[in-house]
């Protein structure tokens, strides 16, 4: 079975790079089961240590 997710533009770019002859499925796959995180992938977590925490407050 296979879900609909909605990507930015950027993140897109950056899944399709990181696949090369992989599915994006498999991309994401192997970095979960490795113990990474889907931002390892995706190249988030830009933010300093702290800075969501005080946005959410």
């Known amino acids: ?9 950027e993140v ?3 899944l399709k790079r990181e696949k ?3 599915s994006f499925s498999e991309v994401i ?3 979960l089961e490795s113990g ?3 931002a390892d992938v ?4 830009i933010f ?3 800075t969501v925490d005080r ?3």
């Open 55 to 57: 946005i959410e407050d």
């Open 20 to 22: 090369g002859d992989r």
């Open 12 to 14: 897109y770019r950056k």
């Open 48 to 50: 300093e240590s702290g």
């Open 36 to 38: 990474g995180k889907l």
């Open 1 to 9: 079975m296979s879900k609909t997710i909605s990507v930015s533009d």
């Open 29 to 31: 796959e192997d970095r």
């Open 42 to 45: 995706t190249g988030q977590g």
